[in-house]
């Protein structure tokens, strides 16, 4: 069986969530809150981010989700045994890590993470010697990127069937995870978006997506539309 | 042939480079200086990062250092041509690119990254209305911050024999690259760090590690000790 230590609004913990759905691979969700540093979790983890996926099969620990992402691949679509969501030769492979990594890093150090760390981490840091008031201006400043981030990943999905190709990769499910965090807190105006939208409705109504679409997070409620596939 | 897209003290191409040459992948480098915003090399990389390899037998671009450190994989160890830099079984293939992680972004975020955007990337930039007076608190926070991340690798390499185990790997690879570019600059005390010295005298005194080390960026000049295995 294999375990997952996941947090709901965290797009690390979506990406390896979605990809084991993908890859119909049977789990078990713990949920993590890593402010609570709770310290079964950090003998697990000692640095204390997620996702962190514990195999008993294999009686391995994987922790954070480039390991995790090469361990699911090579455990179960080397053999064939799912369809690899690395799919294609040298070119394609590395063209899908290369937004993986684009949207791992770039959009979430611009975008994504600010907003969850001003509107979820201050939430839940219960040390009060650390300011938890949102910095509205990180916010606003947040948003100005997404919209120049947007007009790439727009360029993007106009100009082929998924982000990184023909085919349904890694690439989509990295950009899916941050957007549908921001997407829960309401910071996407999907009117701007056409062709964003038209991708990522197709996201939603996958199989694998749904899951994460019917999660609800205490204290914060998603918009109407947040779940629709059609909106 | 590879072309490989550099900057001498770029953590990441430095990984790149070394990796090449552990791999014995004839190659050719390419100087870049991304604050210049080179027409031709945007026209590759639009978003201006480094390290880039181009492919020429396989007619192909990998950009950014998780896609070449998975494509050098794929086409030279999975043949088993050369040794791989990713060895083991899954759980020591994660705990490779677990530590991987930690250097590339972790360490690279609190220490290396702040350190070498303070002195190197402001004595790059020309555009005159970014400061460019390296902000000494930032250095001297990046400073302690090193010798809280080093307790860590100090307790690795004294329990291994390479930083994820057994073998040298990618994750020796990524830690000698930050570690590397922090002694050009001077800003490690190595009478602290036995064991990491230790080490570090085992990765300076291999091959692939001699090109770098006899490196020169002009305006910097590194300390008599860092080209010397024998430190």
Redesign the interface.
């Known amino acids: 069986m294999i375990k997952l230590f996941h947090f709901k609004l965290c797009p690390f913990s979506r990406r390896a969530r979605v990809s084991l759905l993908e890859l119909r691979v049977e789990h078990l969700l713990i949920d993590e809150k890593v402010w609570d540093r709770r310290r079964e979790f950090l003998s697990i983890n000692p640095?204390g981010t997620l996702p962190v996926i514990i195999?008993d099969d294999?009686?391995?620990?994987?922790?954070?989700i480039?390991?995790?992402t090469?361990?699911l691949e090579?455990?179960f679509c080397f053999n064939h045994l799912q369809e690899s969501l690395i799919p294609g030769e040298?070119?394609e492979?590395?063209?899908i890590?290369?937004l993986?990594?684009?949207f791992d890093?770039?959009f979430y150090k611009d975008v994504s993470g600010v907003i969850l760390r001003e509107l979820i981490d201050k939430y839940y840091i219960k040390d009060q010697a650390i300011s938890t008031s949102p910095n509205m201006d990180s916010i606003r400043i947040a948003q100005e990127n997404l919209t120049y981030h947007f007009n790439y990943l727009n360029h993007l999905v106009s100009s082929r069937k998924w982000i990184a190709g023909d085919k349904f990769s890694q690439a989509d499910i990295a950009a899916a995870s941050h957007i549908s965090c921001l997407d829960y807190l309401n910071k996407i105006n999907w009117d701007k978006w056409e062709e964003v939208r038209n991708w990522y409705a197709r996201i939603k109504s996958r199989l694998s997506f749904s899951d994460i679409l019917s999660d609800k997070l205490p204290g914060f409620q998603p918009p109407i539309h947040y779940s629709d596939p059609d909106f």
Chains 1, 2 share one sequence.
Request: hydrophobic content about 40%; proline content about 0%; glycine content about 4%.
């Open positions: 640095a195999d294999e009686d391995i620990t994987v922790i954070n480039y390991a995790i090469e361990f090579e455990k040298y070119g492979r590395a063209e890590r290369r993986v990594d684009w890093i770039k």
